[in-house]
């Protein structure tokens, strides 16, 4: 071995074509080392400088969020949420994990309890948005008056619930109650929910939207209800959502009751909308008014 690295440093010091090709070869490979090292170098330096502008960035979200809170309440007063900006810190994160492939999403970042994050805390988007995720945010929904409910459900997509599938399904409502039902697939589940505490006979929720949807072009049933919802219209046993109201709500018995909207430990969205759907809706004088008509808005 030791002769024959002699015997290959004569021959490249001794004939110059072997020479200059032995010292290109080295130069590239010396280059092309130096090149990834420096891609590296600089790769870091970047991550950094985003981490400084983007700790900078929360700093100046937060000390403005203050000075709006400043400007606009008094020490004692209640903020209303549901028209100006919450008490809260922004903090940084980053997502780990993305199970998008699966038929329920979820996202894994890289913070926790020990920095504060908690469920149902609002996430901001790249575009600076604050929002509740509730992917694919296609629905307008609201949350009826507890008794204030009558007539017929009938589903238009199955339910789908502990991986039961519900189909071909009624609900009769008198008072905003569940005075009835039936269902010709998995009947006794749809009575666990319909049962499940005492007010969970009552609707939560009413969504409203269009007759064709992104999701309900896709044409797949997903078999879980956060995507499965945004199909059609949908109605919700149990619980009601208390930003539904223009005011401050509390989440106990007390306040819901206090502005008649349905208070349960339960909250199942079914779906009733089709392609051809029409809504009607009636204002504060009686007026009747056309909200969606063969499947489309038209206000």
Not at 30 to 51: A, C, D
Not at 95 to 108: G, M, Y
Not at 220 to 234: G, K, Q, W, Y
Request: include cysteine; charge should be neutral.
């Amino acid at each position: 071995m030791l002769l024959q690295f002699i015997a290959l440093a004569f021959t490249i010091n001794n004939y110059n074509f072997h020479k200059s090709k032995f010292i290109s070869s080295t130069n590239f490979i010396s280059g092309t080392v130096l090149g990834v090292s420096s891609n590296i170098s600089n790769y870091f330096k970047l991550k950094s400088e985003n981490e400084i502008l983007s700790n900078e960035n929360n700093y100046l979200r937060n000390q403005l969020a203050l000075l709006q809170q400043k400007d606009s309440f008094s020490e004692n007063q209640i903020i209303d949420t549901t028209k100006y900006q919450q008490k809260y810190n922004y903090i940084n994160g980053r997502i780990i994990r993305n199970e998008f492939r699966n038929t329920a999403n979820f996202l894994t970042i890289a913070i926790g309890k020990k920095k504060g994050v908690s469920k149902e805390m609002a996430v901001i988007n790249d575009k600076g948005i604050r929002y509740m995720p509730n992917f694919p945010t296609q629905e307008v929904f609201c949350a009826p008056k507890q008794n204030g409910i009558n007539g017929c459900f009938k589903n238009s997509k199955p339910l789908w619930y502990q991986n039961k599938k519900i189909d071909d399904f009624y609900l009769i409502f008198n008072k905003g109650e569940v005075v009835d039902y039936g269902a010709s697939e998995n009947y006794l589940v749809l009575k666990d929910i319909i049962e499940y505490d005492e007010y969970s006979k009552y609707a939560g929720e009413i969504a409203i939207l269009p007759g064709v949807t992104e999701i309900s072009k896709s044409g797949i049933l997903f078999n879980t209800t956060l995507l499965d919802e945004n199909a059609a219209c949908h109605l919700a046993l149990g619980c009601a959502y208390p930003c539904s109201f223009n005011g401050s709500v509390e989440y106990n018995k007390t306040s819901y009751k206090k502005h008649q909207m349905n208070y349960s430990g339960i909250h199942v969205d079914m779906m009733f909308g089709t392609e051809q759907i029409n809504i009607k809706g009636v204002d504060c004088d009686g007026n009747v008014e056309d909200i969606i008509v063969d499947g489309e808005w038209v206000i």
